[in-house]
């Protein structure tokens, strides 16, 4: 089974920077580097949104609300996935998760992946 496993999340006022982190636990037969990742946030009472993704070869994706405050990033020795969140936003505020997936076009159109983490709760107070 391969396990998501998010960190970082917390409160902060808005103007305010978080860094999240994902790692994937190492299972036989899957290579972190083989996988395309993403984040993703889900609201009280909205849907869940795609915020960023990249590539195996590092390309990265980003929804427009985000786009030029935070910056995806990853690890492939550590198996982990970053999300740098700078100039926060009370709209910010959400549970964030991290998803994998071999399908990169899933994850490259923010739509989602096969194997999510739990989520992390990110609160940002006006």
């Known amino acids: 089974q391969v396990q998501p496993v998010e960190s970082g999340g917390g409160s902060v006022q808005a103007g305010g920077s978080l860094r999240l982190s994902c790692t994937v636990s190492v299972v036989p037969g899957y290579d972190y580097s083989d996988y395309c990742m993403g984040w993703f946030r889900q609201a009280p009472g909205k849907e869940r949104e795609g915020v960023a993704s990249i590539d195996r070869d590092g390309e990265t994706t980003y929804a427009r609300s985000v786009e030029g405050r935070f910056t995806i990033s990853q690890d492939n020795a550590k198996s982990t996935l970053y999300l740098q969140m700078n100039s926060l936003k009370p709209e910010d505020t959400a549970t964030y998760y991290c998803?994998?997936?071999?399908?990169?076009?899933?994850?490259?159109?923010?739509?989602?992946?096969?194997?999510w983490g739990q989520g992390t709760r990110v609160n940002v107070s006006a």
């Open positions: 998803a994998t997936d071999g399908r990169c076009w899933l994850l490259r159109s923010l739509r989602g992946g096969v194997y």
